[in-house]
């Protein structure tokens, strides 16, 4: 029997009309009945507001939603959490979808008294071929001391206790692409939560986010990922970070 707690959902977005339909489609469908779906839009002038608008009535008030300037995905993320009133916090992308239509239900019969987080796996495709998996991100082997070589769990599939954000603070927004790498450094390595690997496939994600869309980003992924652990008393260098991508050769295989 699930343990009784809701889950806030939070999708940050900003004219992401081509796929957000999928995002709230497959927040909508979800099995699990004590979801609030939350969405902060940034400003979308694309056909992203009339799709949420579109879509309100079939959570039965379940969903809130705000449109206004933001500064980034992760002040968009911060704003979420604030709106938030479940026990649980958990983001899905704008590009992205649960892969099943029980994630939610499954993930939250784990949660109890003892643990702060729950993570698992996710899975990466091609616009156009939803069938076809060319990369599978598995957090199984992940350990906090896996941070300092650049390794975290999947953030897609991350849900943590809202009062955890309360107690150790919001995602830095002065980050330009590594704010959820820092928010895993400082919640394991300063804070010692106590979280749990959960293994089933969270999230489908498609390829190109911020983090992966060129040489450029990867090189600030790196330097965010290097910051992120000095500034929470954690040594690591350029050298362990990069030690990452060699990791994720695998995962492609």
């Known amino acids: 029997m699930a343990y009784n707690v809701r889950i806030s959902i939070v999708t940050a977005t900003y004219n992401s009309v081509k796929t957000l339909g999928d995002t709230i489609k497959s927040v909508q469908e979800q099995t699990y009945g004590d979801i609030e779906y939350i969405i902060v839009d940034g400003g979308s002038n694309d056909g992203t507001l009339e799709l949420i608008q579109r879509y309100e009535p079939l959570f039965n008030g379940r969903m809130k939603w705000i449109s206004e300037k933001d500064d980034g995905i992760y002040d968009a993320m911060n704003k979420g959490i604030k709106m938030a009133t479940g026990d649980i916090v958990g983001f899905l992308n704008s590009d992205d979808y649960f892969t099943t239509n029980d994630v939610i239900e499954r993930m939250a019969v784990t949660f ?142």
């Open 112 to 253: 109890d008294n003892n643990i702060d987080a729950v993570y698992g796996d996710i899975h990466f495709i091609r616009n156009g071929q939803p069938d076809r998996c060319i990369r599978y991100y598995s957090s199984k082997y992940f350990r906090p001391l896996w941070l300092r070589f650049g390794f975290m769990p999947a953030h897609p599939s991350f849900y943590c206790r809202r009062e955890v954000y309360n107690r150790v603070g919001l995602y830095k927004t002065d980050y330009k692409i590594g704010s959820d790498y820092e928010m895993m450094v400082r919640l394991f390595m300063v804070h010692h939560i106590r979280a749990k690997y959960f293994p089933i496939d969270f999230v489908t994600m498609r390829i190109g986010g911020a983090s992966t869309r060129n040489i450029r980003s990867r090189l600030q992924l790196i330097k965010d990922d290097v910051r992120s652990c000095r500034e929470n008393g954690i040594y690591t260098n350029m050298f362990f970070i990069c030690t990452k991508f060699l990791y994720k050769i695998f995962e492609f295989i």
